[in-house]
């Protein structure tokens, strides 16, 4: 008889029926709920913010990635990579856009290697984009915190509009209305600041050609 069981067996007894009820709701009930809810509400969120394009998978809008050339010589580890002028380019990233490298590159402002790297990105920039040195924009020279931003400031997108109408054939103003319609206002009306998601411009850019 249970009754007549030691207090100390009677004791673990109810904690082994605690820990399966509470394993079942919280370890199969609760996540399957969060699940389902997560869903059916948010079904494109919850699945990683996929993009879809030409029926296969090309990233996540959450994250960001590089556009560039293929390189000449596949075998060549030490290549260095070319952006795609056919693409607006996002900013730089201090992982190299690896999602499992994601991190800043930890460099002060008056670290001397910052410094160096952010005269070359200006450079760099300028000359691909075809503009003056001191128009480009700082989200253009620095990289983002995480090293994923999707996102460039639309200061950045229209810097980029020239080249890219000239790469595609395409007229500036046909880019430029992409842009305009790719363009997010501050979150609540008053965070941050006006972005352009690099990943869904360039996706509507082929659509577009």
């Not at 075809?130 to 915190?145: H, I, K, N, Q, W």
């Not at 941050?192 to 996706?203: C, E, F, I, M």
Request: aromatic letters at 4%; hydrophobic letters at 40%; zero cysteines.
């Amino acid at each position: 008889m249970p009754g007549s069981l030691p207090s100390v067996v009677r004791n673990h007894l109810v904690a082994l029926r605690m820990l399966l009820v509470l394993s079942v709701i919280t370890g199969v009930l609760y996540p399957l709920a969060v699940t389902g809810i997560a869903q059916a509400a948010f079904g494109h969120q919850a699945n990683g913010s996929l993009v879809h394009h030409g029926g296969r998978v090309v990233g996540s809008s959450l994250i960001g990635q590089n556009f560039d050339l293929p390189k000449k010589n596949p075998a060549d580890a030490g290549e260095a990579p070319r952006p795609d002028p056919r693409y607006f380019q996002p900013r730089p990233s201090a992982g190299s856009y690896d999602p499992l490298a994601s991190g800043a590159s930890n460099l002060g402002p008056n670290n001397p290697d910052l410094i160096q790297a952010v005269a070359q990105r200006r450079k760099d920039v300028a000359a691909f984009d075809g503009v003056d040195p001191e128009d480009v924009p700082p989200d253009a020279l620095t990289a983002s915190g995480s090293g994923l931003d999707p996102d460039i400031s639309t200061a950045y997108a229209y810097e980029q509009v020239d080249r890219v109408a000239r790469a595609r054939g395409l007229s500036p103003a046909a880019v430029r209305k992409l842009v305009a319609h790719r363009t997010h206002g501050r979150a609540l009306g008053f965070l941050g600041q006006k972005h352009v998601n690099v990943l869904d411009l360039n996706v509507d850019l082929d659509r577009t050609a």
